[in-house]
C-alpha cells in the first residue's frame, strides 16, 4: 500500500461511524467491510476532479467517504451466497463469511444507508446547499436501479446464460461505469460545474469506468491468486460471458488502449491540469504485469 | 381499503420508478413490493405531522413516497430465506418467494437507493435547500445502524435466544420506532419546526412506535392469518421473545393504553390542532378486534 493510500485510508476511516451502539455486531461488520483494503479508486477520482475543478472545501470528504461506503455494500451483497457466493475478497474472507448471511444482507444494508447520512453531513459544513442536493442526487441515481444496481441485476440475471453484445454494454455502463461516473461527476459538480463541462467528466469517467472493467476481465485470466487478492478464473469457472470471450483478447487489449485515450483526452478540457489525475488513469488500464 | 388510502397509493406511486430499463426485472421486482398494499403509515403520519406544522409546500410527497419506500425494502429484506424466511406477506407471495432471492436482495438494495434518489427530488421544488438537507438526514440516521437497521440487526441476533428487557427496547425502539419517528420528524422539520416543538414530535412518533410493537405482538397471538394478511403465530414458532412473552397479555394492554395517551397528549402540543392525526394514532393502537 502507497503512504498516499495509507493516508486516504485514514481520513475516510473517520467517517465511519464510531458511536457504540447495542446492535454492535452489525457496526463491527460495516467497519470490517469498509476496512478490508481496496484502492479506494471512486474517492480518489471524486478528489482529484473537484481539485481539477477548483474545489477546495470540506463538503468533498463526506461525499468520497460515502461512495466508497456504496461501492463496499455492492460488494459485499454481491459475495453473498445467493449471489456470486464468494468466500474471498481482497485477499481476506468476505462479510458473510465471517459474520453469518444474514449479517452479509444487514452490514450491505448499513452501509448504503450510512452513505446516505455521511452524505448529508456535507450540508452542515457547505455554503450552498443546492449543489449539495445536487450532488446527493446524482449520488442516488448512479448507485440506483438506473445504475449500479441496474447493472448489477441484469448481470445476475444473465449468468449462466450468454447476453448480447447490448446487454453486456449495459451490465459494464452501470455495474462498474455508474459509480465511476458518480465519483468524477460529484466532485465536479461541489466544485460548481454543469452543463457540458459536466457531460464532459460524465464522459471521462464512463470511458474509465469501461475500460477498468474490460481490464478486469483480462485480468481474471492472466493474473494469479496472490496478486489479486481475489478468487481468479471465476469468470470461467462459472461460464461467463466477458468483453474478451464476445470479442477475443486482442479486441480486449485495444479497446482499453482506446479508451483511455479518450479519457486522457477528456481530463485535458477540465479547467485545471490534472497531472495525478492522468497518472492514475493510466495506471489503472494497464494493471497486467 | 379505504377511499384516502386508495388515493394515497395513487399519488405515491407517482413517484416509483417508470422509466423502462434493460433491467426490466428489477423495476418489476421493486414495484411488485412497493404496490403490494400495506397501510402507507409512515407517509400518512408524515402529512399529517406537516400539516400540523403549517407546511403546504411540494416538498414533502417526495419524503412520503422515500419513506415508504425505505419501509418496503426493510420488509422485503427482513422476509429473505436467510432472515425470517416468510413466503407471505399483505396476503401475497414475498418479492423473494416470487422473483428469487437474488431479486430479494437487489429489489431491497433498488428500493432503499431508490428512497434517496426520490427525496433528493424535492430539492428541485424546495425554497429552502438547507432545511431539506437535514430532512434528508434524519432519513438516512433513522433507517441505518442507529435507528431501523440497527434494531433489525439486535432482533436477528437474538432469535431463538431470550432477550433481555433492555434488548427487547431496543430492538422496538429502534426496528419499528425509528421510521415512524423519521416520518413525523421529517414532516415538522419541513414545515420549519425546530429545538423542543421537533423533541416533541420525535417523543410523540417514539410512544406511537412503541405501542404499535407491543400491538403487533398481541396481534400475532389474537388475529388469525385472514384478519392480517400474513403468516400469524410466527413469533411462537420462533420461539421469539416479545412483550406479550416477557410482561405478560395484560401489561402489553395496558402498555398500549398507557403509550397511546402519551402520544395524544404530545400531538396535542402541536401548533395546530390534528384530529385526522390523532385518530389515527388511536385506531393504529387498537387494532384488536
Redesign the interface.
Known sequence: MSDNTAKLNERLAEWL?R?E???E???EA?NYSFTAGGKRLRPLLMAMTYEAFGGEGPEIEPFMAAIEMIHT?SLV?DD????DNDTLRRGKPTTWNVY???????A???L???A??TA??A?EVTGD??R???A??I???K????GM??????D??LTGSAPSA??LD?IYR?KTGALLEASMMIGAVLAGADGEALENVEKAAAAIGYAFQIEDDILDITADEAELGKNVGSDEKNAKTTFVTLYGMEAAQKEVRRLTEEALARIDAFPMPAPSLKELVAGLCSRRK
Chains 1, 2 share one sequence.
Request: charged share 20%; glycine share 14%.
Open positions: 461511524p458511536e451502539t447495542q446492535a455486531r452489525l457496526r460495516m455494500y451483497h453473498l451466497p445467493c449471489m453469518g448471511e444474514d449479517f452479509g444482507v444487514l450491505g444494508d448499513g448504503l444507508t450510512y446516505f447520512e448529508a453531513k450540508f446547499p443546492a449539495t442536493g445536487r446527493m442526487s449520488l442516488a441515481r448507485a440506483g436501479l438506473y444496481c441496474g447493472g448489477q441485476a441484469l445476475v440475471l447490448d446487454q449495459f452501470n
